[in-house]
């Protein structure tokens, strides 16, 4: 009986730290980088890859749901840059197995982009749409 108790509470606490602010993708593009020419290098696409990513309301923490997993990511520190008109808004996000990301919020050309700590690839989702709880 407790276990049952114990997995509704940490299910409502998940329900409510999660979906305060939605985004929906509908692609996916993989980048290299590239040292020599010092810029991204077009890998791959995949433009059947559907995902949801959800920021809790304190923007916290963010989890990214796809057709094959869910992760959660802790967002360590954020930033928005408004500089020459980006609209990006930069976290450094930890994943809920210890990889370090960049993850980039880019509201003008609407995609977020994922960089891990060794700056090797980059991810980008483009964004379908999104949308507040509130």
């Not at 920021?55 to 989890?63: D, G």
């Not at 749901?65 to 967002?75: E, Q, V």
Request: aromatic share 14%; charged share 30%.
């Amino acid at each position: 009986m407790k276990k049952i108790i114990l997995s509704g509470i940490i299910c409502m606490l998940t329900t409510f730290a999660f979906g305060q602010f939605h985004v929906s993708t509908n692609s996916r593009i993989d980048y290299t980088w590239d040292k020599e020419s010092e810029d991204w290098q077009y890998k791959s696409k995949d433009e059947e890859s559907l995902t949801f990513f959800e920021f809790n309301k304190e923007f916290t923490m963010v989890k990214h749901t796809t057709s094959l997993s869910t992760s959660g990511y802790l967002i360590k520190s954020q930033e928005h840059d408004e500089e020459n008109e980006n609209n990006q808004y930069i976290f450094s996000v930890v994943s809920d197995v210890g990889n370090k990301y960049i993850m980039i919020y880019d509201v003008k050309n609407e995609n977020i982009r994922f960089i891990p700590d060794d700056f090797s690839k980059m991810i980008k989702f483009k964004i379908k749409s999104s949308w507040s709880d509130e």
